[in-house]
T-cell receptor, first 112, second 115 residues
Framework: GNSVTQMEGPVTLSEEAFLTINCTYT??????LFWYVQYPGEGLQLLLKATKADDKGSNKGFEATYRKETTSFHLEKGSVQVSDSAVYFCALTSFGNEKLTFGTGTRLTIIP | GAVVSQHPSRVICKSGTSVKIECRSLDFQATTMFWYRQFPKQSLMLMATSNEGSKATYEQGVEKDKFLINHASLTLSTLTVTSAHPEDSSFYIC???????????FGEGSWLTVV
């Protein structure tokens, strides 16, 4: 079955630091890959996605590249801000299936 | 993008009572909606798939008699937690696919506390 393994947190960084949150997956077929963000007290918001190998999803300065050879979808941002403090979830869906399989989430805290 | 709205955002109920959570698609029709549950510091786990006009499909280990799902229209799915117990306290969130490529949109989520 499908599974997502995500870097364990919590992660604490200083403002303007470089961020990487690792995500690897196991899936049948050709999954679509997602990063969702959950700000304190709120629901999930789609941050970015990639639907095929070598695609790069990007949004709000965050990027992630769909690497089929390493089955990875690591999230990166060059310079984080305090407002990026949230929980980040890596997720996937298999082709034709809209059910999401989530990683365990990584809590990110950015300190001024 | 599409908008999915949940209500209530927070609810406290007494043990043994039932509580209903609504999930609405505000600007699109959703024949399918998904209900997830998130325990503290854990990931979201799919509970069931809500199908408009037919029975919901439950994931393994989810009690269908306890978590009643009704998808009576193309814009509304409801989750009713029956005979709630403190261990049902959790964050419940719904989602629905919409638009080109069936992007998944989530509601704001509902925090349930059973006392």
């Amino acid at each position: 079955g499908n599974s997502v393994t995500q870097m364990e947190g919590p992660v604490t960084l200083s403002e303007e630091a470089f961020l990487t949150i690792n995500c690897t997956y196991t899936a049948t077929g050709y999954p679509s890959l997602f990063w969702y963000v959950q700000y304190p007290g709120e629901g999930l918001q789609l941050l970015l996605k990639a639907t095929k190998a070598d695609d790069k999803g990007s949004n709000k300065g965050f990027e992630a590249t769909y690497r089929k050879e390493t089955t990875s979808f690591h999230l990166e941002k060059g310079s984080v801000q305090v407002s990026d403090s949230a929980v980040y979830f890596c997720a996937l869906t298999s082709f034709g299936n809209e059910k999401l399989t989530f990683g365990t989430g990584t809590r990110l805290t950015i300190i001024p | 993008g599409a908008v999915v709205s949940q209500h209530p955002s927070r609810v406290i109920c007494k043990s043994g009572t039932s509580v209903k959570i609504e999930c609405r698609s505000l600007d699109f029709q959703a024949t399918t909606m998904f209900w997830y549950r998130q325990f503290p510091k854990q990931s979201l786990m799919l509970m069931a798939t809500s199908n408009e006009g037919s029975k919901a499909t439950y994931e393994q280990g989810v009690e269908k008699d306890k978590f009643l799902i009704n998808h009576a229209s193309l814009t509304l799915s409801t989750l009713t937690v029956t005979s709630a117990h403190p261990e049902d306290s959790s964050f419940y969130i719904c989602s629905a696919p919409a638009g080109v490529g069936n992007t998944i949109y989530f509601g704001e989520g509902s925090w349930l506390t059973v006392v």
